[in-house]
Every structure is written in structure tokens, then in C-alpha cells.
């Protein structure tokens, strides 16, 4: 990234000198070539997105608590879908990949400073849009709704008015803070906490998207279960790996990587490993 500021500041007090000599055609003519350059083959795209990382490497940010997306492995280090995602997309980009597990609220502000991407089950909103630019969307999302088993809760409704765990910065909390009249909400960093208390009677349900929910259902079958969150109204979510504004070109070569992993079949083998399994 750092490689990528410099070529542009570079790139910028060229075309400043050759308007302030009178060259503003040479320096339109540069634009223009710069331009045509960005439109380049998906193949010139990851060449040059590399080039931006300056020590061939791709600092990627998640939050390892969100199985079977993210999760710590047996080794002590981050695991999952997003994290297998991620490295065979930097296997296509041509660097390596180090990721840093980090809490969920704090990703988007490290982007472009800490980190140079963020995986992490990240549902695409307009507010994050503000700060970040988002690749294609990898994966269609829907929250569930966690609760005692045999609870009364069924309906949108019957959250009115109730105490309810969220993990921090997810959209998860903010269906319960902002959709969800009179509800009492707790945050945690981590969604397994909010559901050790919901087990223990704390809180009264846990909002959380599908596959981690199914997952802490299956983890405490005896306690709770978890339910489609159509049956609350709530909407489909997109998940997208969120990078610094206005970088095309690494943009690009994400894009680029993962329409090829969608056609090379490596993406449909990770669903099969990570998620339906």
C-alpha cells in the first residue's frame, strides 16, 4: 500500500510540473494513459495490485469468532471460510497472506492503516460504504434469531420490549437497536458470549447471522435453538471483503481472483469443506 502512495504522489507532481510548464496536453496525454492503463486485463490488474503491496504481502484483518466463517483452529491461529477465502485469493493476486484477529468493531477503522483488507463475515451497508469500498459479494446472509429452547418467542413481535445479546458492530445489533421497539441490548466483542449468557439466562435471545447461530445451536442442543429470521421479517445480507476508497486497482484484482475461484471450482470445494459440512 505504501509502494501504491508513492507511485500516485509520483504520478501527481509529474502531471503538476508539466501543466506548470505549459505542457497541459503532455500532461492530458499522461492522464489519458493512466486512465487506459487502469482498464487493463484482469491479469495487469493483479500484477499491479501487487505492486502496491510493497512487501508482497496482504495484511488481512478478521474477527476469529464467527464459525464457520472465521474461528481459531487447532493451531492457535484464525480458520474458516473467510480465512481459506482470503489466502487462495492472495494465491491468485500472487502475495502472501498474514491475517491479524482483531475485534469486529474496530476492522473498518484499521483499513488502509493497520490492515490493508477485511474478512470477517462482513455484511455490505451503507454506512460502512461510507469508509470503505467493498469487493463483490461472496456470500448471501440472513439473520437468525438464538433463544431458549421451547421459548414463546415466534414472531417479530414477541422481540418487543426483550433483553437481547448482539456481538458488537454487527448488523445484528443494529436490527436490535434500531428496529426492535423497547429492547435492552447487550454488546459483546464475542458472539459465543453472548450466547453463554443468553444459556444462562442473562439475556433473552441472541440476534447473529445463520450459520454461526446453527453452529452455537449445535454446540448446546439441550439449551437453545436457533430460528429463521424470515419469520421476524428480517432481509437477505450480502458479505463482501471491505478494502480501503477508491483503490481500484486492488479492488480490481480481488474481483478478478474470486470470479476465478468461482470458476476454477475452489470456491464451491470451501463452501462444501467450511460451510455444509
Known sequence: MKKLLAMVLTGAMTLS???????????????????????????DSAASASAAIADGVLTVGTNAEFPPFEYVGDDGQPDGFDIALIKAIGEKMGVKVEVQNMEFDSLIASIGNKIDVAIAGMTVTDERKLSVDFSDSYYDALQYVVVPKGSDIKTADDLKGRKIGVQLGTTGMFIAEDEIENSDVSSYNKAVDAVNDLVNGKVDLVIIDKNPALVFAGKYPDDVEALDGSQFGFGVENYAIALPKGDADLLGAINSALGE?????????????????
Request: with cysteine; net charge negative; hydrophobic share 35%.
Open 261 to 277: 475461484l468461482k470458476k476454477d471450482g475452489t470456491f464451491d470445494r470451501l463452501v462444501s469443506e467450511y460451510i455444509e459440512n
Open 17 to 43: 510540473l508539466l501543466a506548470g510548464c505549459g505542457g497541459a496536453k503532455e500532461a492530458a496525454d499522461a492522464s489519458a494513459n493512466t486512465a487506459s492503463d487502469s482498464a487493463s486485463s484482469s491479469s
